[in-house]
């Protein structure tokens, strides 16, 4: 079945290539230790469309060399609201993850989705949208894997759906 709907505006584009984290810590299991890869902070309106893709590559130096697991994803949290990064926050996309064994030493992380900005999401308050990224392997030993800079991006573009 095929659907078609009228075309939406696009409202803004917003990019950026600033990877805060170094590093991110190998725990022992996933979830343990996420961290902002990037993130872009937009002005929202209950309705808006996000077509959200990001990207950031993380190498693989452990010493001696064992595998690690990557757990990344997009997420949001209201940036207004009070709490700033405290949240609550909202997984947007589905969970991503792969290993980097220390052969592949380099490993790109992709993740694209498209996000409905919530009927309730109150007036005026801008929106947070990151990609956010952990490391954990069961060899866990207090190292840490290398977030390389220069190799992301976070680009959210903002469309208004148009009125059927």
């Given at each position: ?17 600033e990877v ?13 230790a996420?961290?902002?890869?990037l993130?872009a ?13 990001g990207?950031a590559?993380?190498?693989?130096d452990t010493?001696p060399?064992?595998t ?8 949001m ?9 405290s ?9 991503c993850g ?6 592949r030493h380099?490993?790109?992380?992709l993740?694209?989705?498209?996000y ?5 999401w109150p ?17 866990a ?5 290398t ?6 991006q ?5 469309y ?5």
């Amino acid at each position: 079945m095929i659907t078609t709907v009228p075309a939406p505006t696009l409202l803004a584009l917003h990019a950026t290539d600033e990877v805060p984290a170094a590093s991110l810590p190998i725990g022992s299991a996933a979830g343990l230790a996420y961290r902002t890869l990037l993130r872009a902070v937009v002005p929202v309106d209950a309705g808006d469309v996000l077509d959200v893709s990001g990207r950031a590559r993380v190498t693989n130096d452990t010493a001696p060399g064992y595998t690690v697991g990557v757990g990344y994803h997009l997420w949001m949290y209201d940036a207004d609201n009070g709490q700033g990064s405290s949240g609550p926050w909202t997984r947007i996309s589905t969970w991503c993850g792969d290993n980097v064994p220390r052969d592949r030493h380099h490993m790109p992380l992709l993740v694209d989705t498209v996000y409905t900005v919530p009927a309730d999401w109150p007036a005026g308050h801008r929106m947070v949208v990151v990609l956010r990224g952990d490391a954990h392997s069961t060899r866990a030993d207090g190292q840490s894997i290398t977030v390389d800079q220069g190799y992301g991006q976070l680009t959210v573009r903002r469309y208004r759906p148009a009125l059927v």
